[in-house]
C-alpha cells in the first residue's frame, strides 16, 4: 500500500468519524430522559429534581444512553486525532490544531466523568442503595445529577474552545475551499465566544441560569455544522489532500 493510499483511506476515516461521532452524539442526547435540562418554575433545585425523576422513570434506556454516548464521544475524538495525523504539514498552524486536539481530549475526559456520575445516579435509582431507604436514596442521586450537570458545563465550555482553536487551525488549509472556506470557519470558531458569554452570565445570575446553559449548549451544537462539513470535505477530497510527512 502506497503513502498515498494510505492517506487516502486515513482522510475517508477521519471525514466519517467527524460526521457520524457528533451526529450520534446529538442523537443519545435527544432520547436520554431528561436529557435537556430546562428551568422550572419552582427554581434551579426543582428542575434537578424533575431531571432525576425523569431518570428514575426508564433508568436502562438512561443507562444504555450513557454508555453509548461513551463510545460515540471516542469516536469524534478518533476523528480530530486522524484529522491531525493527515494534515501535518510542519506549519504552525500543526501546533494550533493539536492545542485544539488536547483541549477537546479533556473536554471529553470531564465528559466521561459526567456519564460516568449519571450512570451512579441510574444505578443508585435502579438497585435503590442507600442505608436510610428509598428517600435518602433518591436524594443522593439528585447530589450526584447536580454534580453531573456542574461536570457537563465546564466541559461544554472546553469543548466549544477546543473546536474553535481546531478550526483557527484549518484556516489556512483548503480542505473546505472556495466561498465556503469563511463561512465553515465562522460556524467554527465564533459559537465558542457565544458558549462563553452564555456561560459566564448563567453562572452569576440567579434566574433562568438553566436555560442559559441550554442555550449555552445550542450555541455549541452550531459547531456541529463545521465538524459535519469538514468530515464531508475530507470524505470527498482525502485523494487531493497531500500525504502528510
Known amino acids: 500500500m502506497t503513502d498515498k493510499a ?32 430546562t428551568d422550572d418554575p419552582g427554581g434551579p433545585v426543582e428542575a434537578i429534581l424533575a431531571w432525576v425523576e425523569a431518570l428514575a422513570t426508564n433508568t436502562g434506556l438512561s443507562n444504555l444512553s450513557v454508555e453509548l454516548g461513551l463510545v460515540v464521544s471516542l469516536a469524534f475524538v478518533l476523528g480530530l486525532y486522524c484529522t491531525v495525523r493527515l494534515l501535518k504539514d510542519g506549519s504552525w498552524s500543526d501546533h494550533l490544531r493539536m492545542v485544539g486536539f488536547l483541549i477537546v481530549m479533556i473536554a471529553y475526559t470531564l465528559r466521561a466523568a459526567s456519564y460516568a456520575t449519571l450512570h451512579l445516579s441510574g444505578n443508585l435509582i435502579k438497585f435503590g442503595v442507600g442505608a436510610d431507604g428509598a428517600e435518602a436514596t433518591f436524594e443522593y442521586a439528585v447530589i450526584i445529577t447536580a454534580l453531573a450537570g456542574s461536570i457537563t458545563v465546564f466541559s461544554t465550555l472546553l469543548l466549544a474552545l477546543g473546536v474553535a482553536v481546531f478550526a483557527w487551525g484549518m484556516m489556512h488549509l483548503n480542505v473546505i475551499g472556495g466561498s465556503d472556506r469563511i463561512l465553515a470557519m465562522v460556524l467554527g470558531i465564533l459559537p ?29 451544537l452550531v459547531q456541529v455544522i463545521w465538524t459535519t462539513w469538514l468530515g464531508v470535505a475530507l470524505i470527498r477530497r482525502g485523494d487531493q489532500l497531500p500525504v502528510p510527512a
Do not use: Q
Open 192 to 220: 465558542a465566544a457565544g458558549v462563553f458569554l452564555l456561560m459566564l452570565i448563567g453562572a452569576h445570575s440567579d434566574n433562568n441560569v438553566l436555560t442559559l446553559f441550554f442555550l449555552g449548549n445550542l450555541m455549541a
Open 6 to 37: 494510505t492517506s487516502i483511506k486515513l482522510a475517508k476515516a477521519a471525514g466519517w468519524l467527524l460526521v457520524v461521532g457528533p451526529l450520534l452524539d446529538i442523537l443519545l442526547v435527544s432520547i436520554r430522559p431528561g436529557g435537556f435540562l
